[in-house]
């Protein structure tokens, strides 16, 4: 994005006032999500994605795909009924359950969480993985997470003068875009470039498994918002989500084709950007329905039991429970440090 473009944005009016009232309800609800994504980490996580793994990875698969899935709808419930963000889906509609290689923008660190919201609307929100910063997996609890959910981490090379991730967005665009004048590549203003090399081996190694590419664009109204802002409710007032749908066929198959396809997309991307942010809204909207209050109430309810009976044998109960948690913590810290993931003794 360009750096006046953000810059507005970020000095634009909050939707809502941050009240006492929603910082306490941001508070409680980020302790439920971080205390039951430790309990389902511990009491299932582990039997699922370790022990499990032992005797059959397809069985430990799914069945850590359904307890983590239970957690990651808590997501969506999150933002959509208790934040009453309006999410927005537009372009194709998409089948349930297919098995496709994602691509988007990245503008904040919330992108990524709002892809759960089309992840639940098709029954996949257990299985949806993501390729990530490889010191992500050093975070207690949600680096465990990680791992179990066999995320894929991967180290980033920056130069010598390359400034923090955390700067400003539009500073690293100027690099991007400096970058592109090097290489004479087209300047994107509300994108980075995207990694090519990265894509073309994801996509030659998983071709032979996908259904489709998935092109996914995000865009926010009125402001880009931080992960506080949207635990506490202030921001966005709406995500929009485009998608578009890409067989593989329609694909190249050589490095060089793939890269150069791929930056004929990010341009597009580009553009789409540049006309949400001057009309409000991507063309195609209504492709996904609301969530469904019950389903997302009865998850609800289905991880508090959970979380709240094992947290009272922990607390409560025999001193055997809070050593089965301390011996847990740590072979999953050491799994993680490690990447070590077992291999099923039969087969």
Known sequence: MEPDTALNLKQGQRHRPLTPFRVIRGVLCLVMLVSTAFVLLVYCGFWTGIVLRFFSVHLSRKTTAFFFGCWIALWPFLFEKINKTKVVFSGDHVPPKERVLLIANHRTEVDWMYLWDLALRKGSEGYIKYILKSSLMKLPVFGWVFHVMEFIPVERKWKADELTMRQML????????????????PLLKNVLLPKTKGFYACLEHLRGSLDAVY?????????????????????????????????????????????????????LKDQMLSDFYTGGHFQNEGTETDLNTVKCVVNLLFVMILTGTCAFLTLFSSIWFKIYVSLVCALLSTATY????PSPVLV
């Open 338 to 341: 490690f990447h070590i993931r």
């Open 170 to 185: 539009e500073q690293k665009c100027l690099r991007s875009q400096k970058y592109a004048k090097e290489k004479g590549l």
């Open 215 to 267: 092109d996914i664009t995000i865009g926010y109204r009125h402001y880009c918002p931080s992960f506080l802002d949207n635990a506490f409710g202030v921001d966005p007032s709406e995500v929009h989500i485009h998608i578009r749908r890409i067989p593989l066929t329609n694909i190249p198959t050589s490095e060089d084709e793939v890269s150069s396809w791929l930056m004929n997309i990010f341009t």
